[in-house]
T-cell receptor, first 117, second 113 residues
C-alpha cells in the first residue's frame, strides 16, 4: 500500500538554526498538509497546500515557517530560526482529489521528531 | 468554531473486554466529516475510519464499530474483545468545509493481558 514517507525520523538542532523537514506524499495525491504534535498533546494543524500554493494556515504557522514543493515528489516544511517551543513531532499528510469533499482521508507519514536544544 | 472533545483521557481494560471511546464534536458547518485515527506507541498516525455528516449509518469493521449520532453530536468508537495490540492513543478528528483536521486530545487506551 502506498505510504507517505518522512525524513529524517529524528532531527536535533540548535536553537536559532534553520531546519527543513522532508516529506514524500502518496504519488497520486494532490493535497498536502503539515501538522505538529507537542509531546503528550493533541495534533495541531499547521498548513495545507494545493496547486503549488498554501490553501490554509493556522495561527501557529507564522513567518518563521514556509512550505515548498520543490519538485514533483517532495513537500518540505522549513523553520527559519528554530525556538525551543518548536520541539514536537511533525507529521506530513496527503489526500486525494481535492475536488471531492474533504471526506477523503488524510494519510500520514510516521512523523519527524524535532528536538531543539 | 469547531471543536472535538474526548472526555476520556485514559482507559485501562483487561484483554477481551469491550471498550467504548467517546467523541463529541461541535461545528456550525452543515456538511462535515469525522475521523478516527490510532497512534500506537511507535508514534505514527493510522487512519481508521471517516464518516460524512449526511450518513448516520453505523459501521462495523471486524472488532471495531462506530456509532454516529447527529442528535447528540457524538461519534463513538467501540472495540469488541480488546487485545493488547489495541493499546494506543486514539484520536477523533473533524473536518468542515475546509480540509484541516481539528483533533481531540486523544484517549490513551491500555489493554492489559
Amino acid at each position: 500500500e502506498p505510504e507517505v514517507t518522512q525524513t529524517p525520523s529524528h532531527q536535533v538542532t540548535q536553537m536559532g538554526q534553520e531546519v527543513i523537514l522532508r516529506c514524500v506524499p502518496i504519488s497520486n495525491h494532490l493535497y498536502f498538509y503539515w501538522y505538529r504534535q507537542i509531546l503528550g498533546q493533541k495534533v495541531e494543524f499547521l498548513v495545507s497546500f494545493y496547486n503549488n500554493e498554501i490553501s490554509e494556515k493556522s495561527e501557529i504557522f507564522d513567518d518563521q515557517f514556509s512550505v515548498e514543493r520543490p519538485d514533483g515528489s517532495n513537500f518540505t516544511l522549513k523553520i527559519r530560526s528554530t525556538k525551543l517551543e518548536d520541539s514536537a513531532m511533525y507529521f506530513c499528510a496527503s489526500s486525494e482529489v481535492p475536488g471531492q469533499a474533504p471526506n477523503q482521508p488524510q494519510h500520514f507519514g510516521d512523523g519527524t521528531r524535532l528536538s531543539i536544544l | 468554531a469547531q471543536k472535538v472533545t474526548q472526555a476520556q483521557t485514559e482507559i485501562s481494560v483487561v484483554e477481551k473486554e469491550d471498550v467504548t471511546l467517546d467523541c463529541v464534536y461541535e461545528t456550525r458547518d452543515t456538511t462535515y466529516y469525522l475521523f478516527w485515527y490510532k497512534q500506537p506507541p511507535s508514534g505514527e498516525l493510522v487512519f481508521l475510519i471517516r464518516r460524512n455528516s449526511f450518513d448516520e449509518q453505523n459501521e462495523i469493521s471486524g472488532r471495531y464499530s462506530w456509532n454516529f449520532q447527529k442528535s447528540t453530536s457524538s461519534f463513538n468508537f467501540t472495540i469488541t474483545a480488546s487485545q493488547v495490540v489495541d493499546s494506543a492513543v486514539y484520536f477523533c478528528a473533524l473536518a468542515g468545509n475546509n480540509r484541516k483536521l481539528i483533533w481531540g486530545l486523544g484517549t490513551s487506551l491500555a489493554v492489559n493481558p
